[in-house]
């Protein structure tokens, strides 16, 4: 079975730009979570969804927003990017919010603002 | 505030000797940890969990044990094999508006495991 699956591998963006990241879940998984990890530190949550719906948001400002699809696929939207925005950024999927401890992530996209 | 500490960034030991990697929280919330090995260009996977009802967890060569009351909880690994060098990641989750599990991380510890 496939696992996790991102795209685009690399991306590089200049500062202002906007940029979207996508997202497959493992088949038979409901739940997508967004994860942003810079250099050195681990990863830190962003969004979790759940049936499209948004069940948590991390201390991450308005520029970053998400959406699920009803094949439960998802994407991160981040607006006016900052050089600050540089970093890895990572899905998970888990078959619920309340399996979610049990996340399983993809390889992840990296974002590089200059 | 951290909430999820990884208070060595790296570690070094002999292939076939034991591995040590430790862990402290502060958010009584916390209801399950667990442990993710991350090589690069990879995400991070999956290795082995504990709930915050038990002490022990193992897992063929990976054990995890919890000390709820001085909020840390370590990962051993015996015998240490080269394939381990990878940075390892402690995570905790906590159900938070009750339906979201959020993992929170530490910032992950290289391990190296020496021929």
């Known amino acids: 079975d496939a696992g996790v699956t991102q795209s685009p591998t690399h991306l590089i963006k200049t500062r202002g730009q906007q940029v979207t990241l996508r997202c497959s879940p493992i088949?038979?998984?409901?739940?997508v979570s967004w994860y942003q990890q810079v250099l050195g530190q681990g990863p830190q949550f962003i969004f979790q969804?759940?049936?499209?719906?948004?069940?948590g948001r991390g201390n991450f400002p308005d520029r970053f927003s998400a959406r699920q699809f009803p094949n439960y696929s998802s994407e991160l939207n981040v607006n006016a990017l900052l050089l600050g925005d540089s970093a890895l950024y990572l899905c998970a999927s888990s078959l619920n919010p309340t399996s979610g401890y049990q996340q399983f992530f993809g390889p992840g996209t990296r974002l590089t603002v200059l | 505030d951290q909430q999820v500490k990884q208070n060595s960034p790296s570690l070094s030991v002999q292939e076939g000797r034991i591995s040590i990697l430790n862990c402290d929280y502060t958010n009584s919330m916390f209801d399950y940890f667990l442990w993710y090995k991350k090589y690069p260009a990879e995400g991070p996977t999956f290795l082995i969990s504990?709930?915050?009802?038990?002490d022990k967890n193992e897992d063929g060569r990976f054990t995890v044990f919890l000390n709820k009351s001085a909020k840390h909880l370590s990962l051993h690994i015996v015998p240490s094999q080269p394939g381990d060098s990878a940075v390892y990641f402690c995570?905790?989750?906590?159900?938070?508006?009750?339906?979201?599990?959020?993992?929170?991380f530490g910032k992950g510890t290289l391990l190296t495991v020496n021929p």
């Open positions: 969804y759940y049936e499209k719906e948004e069940r």
């Open positions: 504990i709930s915050s009802i038990k």
């Open positions: 995570a905790a989750s906590a159900q938070s508006g009750g339906s979201n599990y959020k993992l929170t």
């Open positions: 088949s038979g998984h409901k739940s």
